[in-house]
């Protein structure tokens, strides 16, 4: 799968959030797109799975050649596509194990046996380091921070897709968590060849979850591009000069 990017504009409620950014992610790379708070990088997260609240003013947004303009969340998440949110939502009534197994065979899986499904699920929970009576427990409902970023990752192993945005994975975290997470998350990305589009603007996680391809996004545009030498001079310089050059 390639996910493609194009000279995309996009408003909510009027006002103009990102401002004609590119970008390419690949199957099997790891992107970390990096900046300040307010640069528009959660829009962008939202944008590409369908909110209704992103308004695309111009460009696009292209999976393996295909426009998604109109299609609607479910069906992009059917070509392949996952979001971890940076807060997920709790809901209450709607069993967390009851939506996953719903979700996999929405995602066109339906040879898997529910005993296998069990099982993958509790083996996931497991590598996570989670409590088994999750497997009782309504969606998110009164989960920790930590909870809630873990139960995103099980869904993430179990839903399989072919590429994922992490929206701040490693918010509400401790450094253990961290570490389980990001362990899990490179276990799946090899496993699976999964594509992996990380949004951040702290350094932390990507000393466990190493990124081929490193952006840093100002004011709704990607200003700069890189590698590891770029994390390693934002860690030293901060976003302080970008921002300089933008308002120049």
Do not use: C, W
């Not at 990096?34 to 609240?53: D, E, F, V």
């Not at 069993?95 to 066109?108: E, M």
């Not at 496993?191 to 391809?213: A, D, V």
């Amino acid at each position: 799968m390639i996910l493609e990017i194009k000279d995309l504009y996009v408003s909510i409620d009027g006002k103009e959030i990102l401002k004609g950014l590119n970008l390419v992610v690949k199957q099997g790379e790891t992107h970390v797109i990096m900046g300040p708070n307010g640069s528009g990088k959660s829009t962008l997260a939202r944008t590409i799975m369908g909110h209704p609240k992103s308004t695309v003013t111009k460009g696009d947004i292209i999976v393996d050649g295909k426009s998604l303009a109109g299609m609607t969340t479910d069906k992009r998440a059917r070509l392949g596509l996952f979001l971890q949110f940076q807060n997920p939502v709790e809901v209450e009534g709607v069993g967390f194990i009851n939506f996953l197994h719903l979700a996999k065979q929405s995602s066109g899986d339906t040879t898997t046996s529910t005993k296998d499904f069990m099982k993958e699920v509790k083996g996931s929970i497991a590598d996570l380091k989670m409590d088994e009576d999750f497997i009782g427990r309504s969606l998110n409902q009164n989960f920790s921070g930590g909870e809630k970023k873990k139960a995103e990752v099980l869904q993430l192993s179990v839903l399989k897709p072919k590429i994922a945005i992490l929206d701040e994975p490693d918010s509400g975290l401790d450094i253990d968590a961290i570490k389980i997470v990001s362990a899990e998350v490179n276990k799946i990305a090899g496993k699976e060849n999964l594509g992996l589009l990380i949004i951040t603007h702290y350094s932390r996680i990507l000393s466990f979850i190493k990124p081929q391809f490193v952006h840093v996004m100002i004011d709704g545009k990607i200003v700069a591009d890189g590698g590891q030498e770029l994390i390693e001079k934002l860690e030293k310089e901060g976003y302080d000069s970008y921002i300089s050059k933008k308002s120049v």
